[in-house]
Every structure is written in C-alpha cells, then in structure tokens.
C-alpha cells in the first residue's frame, strides 16, 4: 500500500464528536464480547503504514455495530471510520489518567464505492 494512509480528522455536525477515518489492512478480527446483558464489543486492529514504523490501531465495535465487521478478513485493506472518545479516570491515589479509545462506525474496503 502507499504512503497514502493517514488519519483524516472531522467534525460530524450531529453530535460534535471528533470523527477519524484509517485506512490501512485489517491486522487482527477478534470475536463478539458479551460484556453483560447490555453490553457487547468486538475489537478489530488495522496497520496503518504511515511513519518510520506501522502502527496497529484498535478499532471498538459495539452493540448492533459488531456485525459491520462479519464478512471481512485479515490482510484486507479497508478505511475504517470511528469516534474519537476520551475519559478521565482518577485512581485511589487521587492521580487522574486520561484513555482514548475509537469507536467505529463504519467499514468499507479501499476501492469500493
């Protein structure tokens, strides 16, 4: 694949929540999670060529969104769009630590219309 995989940031105007689009190749398709009643993830790695070394990016599906996944394969090259989240956690030592976790929201494989 060339150079030409980057993050590209927007804005979704429904929600005002900061939106990424990754292209690159599906590195790992992990199973649907059942993490209670109401809960359920799926966890799908995308390496994304950009920069002196590849990074492998976790992509969160959740809920309904788990089965946009089915049907793709590792070594597939797709452009994943997903939410940016973030939230504070303090710790019982009182230090606040920051996570960021990207939500997908859709899959495509490059090329496709």
Known sequence: MEDTARFQRTITTKS????VS??????????????????RKRECVITE???QYPAH??????????????GFKEGEEVTITAFVNG????????????FLSLSGNRIERTGAT
Request: hydrophobic letters at 30%.
């Open 16 to 19: 005002n929540m900061a939106q």
């Open 57 to 70: 990016i976790p992509v969160e599906f959740t809920q309904d969104r788990c089965s946009l996944v089915d």
């Open 22 to 39: 990754i292209t690159g190749t599906i590195k790992m398709i992990g199973k649907t999670q059942d993490i209670s009643e109401k809960f």
């Open 87 to 98: 939230r504070e956690w303090t710790g019982k030592d009182g230090v606040a630590k920051y």
């Open 49 to 51: 060529p950009g920069g």
